[in-house]
């Protein structure tokens, strides 16, 4: 059997293009601003992790084209050899006193952390406990460490419990959860987790991706949301959603993330992050605590579209986050979806297995503080017009 014989056999992309439904890597010619150019189109953005529109702030790009002229355009090998530079040390040592733990260490990706954070901590006689809808960075990191893992029903803490009851005593916890998910935009059961981890001896690491500055009193997450900091053991954050760039970090007391600088392959064998990336993660910091009306106009805009989206008839499931994803169910009428919407000038994303569980394809839609009340009107306009034409409301 030819080993490309899978690929001849994988026909949906094709079966999509010939029906002009193909709705993934489609071109952006503009900036992540709530109006993108398309094809010569404008089209109201509803698919960017931009959450507090800083993607194209001009601080963050003075910062970035500074590091670049100062650093040049890379370090040209890993952090472990000669790819450390002054500015990755100042950066971690600014994420861990924004985050408030003891240290921080970055990576060149979000996936990156996770897979490596995971593969280095779950050990021969370790179990990982992960929500059944965590990222699948969280389940390839998982995999790759020598470990057992143990899949609970999304948000069932009765599920969750019966888990940790059922292994033996002997065996070293690892809780590990998305804080918001990134599909539904529904919000971990954090109390329970953390009364879980403490009856059980686990320990609890949180994904906070799409938490990061937009959830808590100073935009630190998940944790800082339920006024639980102290009780996670270790938290993940990237900074491709509200933090401007790419990467992304793990934070957590010295010793464990001493550890996880000499073990996690991902870090050691990949080249460092380029200094433009740390330049422009410490200024879209300072702006994220100077700047607190920010992440309120991006929940005043949330509450606005739930409500609204709600009200035209819109499956929202369980959405507390700037993600709010639409229903749909059916796959093929989800790639219509977001094709009709593009066409009627709305940008949002198709989402189907598996990315999310079998029948719940939907659009995700996903909110900034930069959009206006008339980009979200003309949204909403275009949601209505297209729902209604595909029986979805």
């Known amino acids: 059997m030819d080993i490309f014989q899978k690929c ?12 002009n439904l193909y709705a993934y890597f489609r071109n952006i010619s503009s900036p992540q601003e709530p109006v993108v150019t398309m094809d010569g189109q404008k089209v109201v953005m509803l698919g960017s992790n931009n959450y507090l529109g800083l993607t194209n702030h001009p601080e963050v790009k003075a910062a970035a084209a500074e590091a670049l002229a100062r650093y040049g355009t890379g370090c040209a090998g890993s952090r472990l050899l000669n790819g450390t530079l002054d500015i990755h040390t100042e950066l971690e040592e600014r994420l861990a006193e924004f985050m408030g733990t003891e240290s921080a260490l970055t990576f060149s990706t979000g996936y990156q952390v996770n897979v490596g954070v995971l593969s280095c901590l779950i050990g021969r006689h370790d179990v990982a406990f992960l929500d059944a809808l965590n990222h699948a960075s969280i389940i390839d990191g998982v995999r790759l460490g020598f470990g057992k893992s143990l899949k609970y029903k999304h948000n069932d803490m009765e599920d969750l419990e019966g888990k940790l009851a059922r292994t033996a005593d002997e065996k070293a916890r690892l809780i590990v959860v998305d804080g918001v998910f990134s599909m539904e935009g529904d919000l971990c059961d954090l109390p329970n987790l953390v009364r879980l981890k403490n009856e059980y001896g686990a320990r609890l690491m949180v994904d906070d991706a799409h938490g990061l500055g937009v959830l808590g009193e100073n935009g630190r997450g998940t944790a800082e949301h339920f ?14 959603k509200s933090l401007a760039t790419v990467g992304g970090f793990i934070a957590g007391d010295q010793i464990v993330i001493d550890f996880i600088k000499h073990h996690a392959r991902s870090q050691i064998f990949s080249a460092a992050p380029p200094p433009a990336m740390a330049a422009a993660v410490m200024k879209a910091l300072e702006i994220v605590e100077r700047e607190p009306e920010r992440r309120k106009q991006l929940w005043d805009h949330t509450a606005y579209m739930k409500r609204e989206l709600d009200n035209l008839g819109f499956d929202t499931g369980n959405s507390d986050s700037p993600v709010i994803p639409l229903l749909v169910g059916d796959e093929f009428t989800t790639f219509s979806m977001a094709i009709r919407l593009q066409e009627e000038g709305v940008f949002a994303n198709p989402v189907v297995p598996p990315a999310v569980p079998a029948g719940q394809a939907m659009i995700r839609t996903s909110y900034m503080a930069t959009h206006t009340l008339e980009h979200l009107d003309m949204a909403l306009a275009a949601l209505a017009k297209v729902g209604r034409e595909l029986n979805v409301i």
């Open 8 to 19: 001849d056999e994988y026909r949906l992309v094709r079966e999509l293009r010939s029906a």
């Open 227 to 240: 006024g639980l900091e102290n009780e996670v053991d270790l938290i993940m954050g990237t900074f491709s």
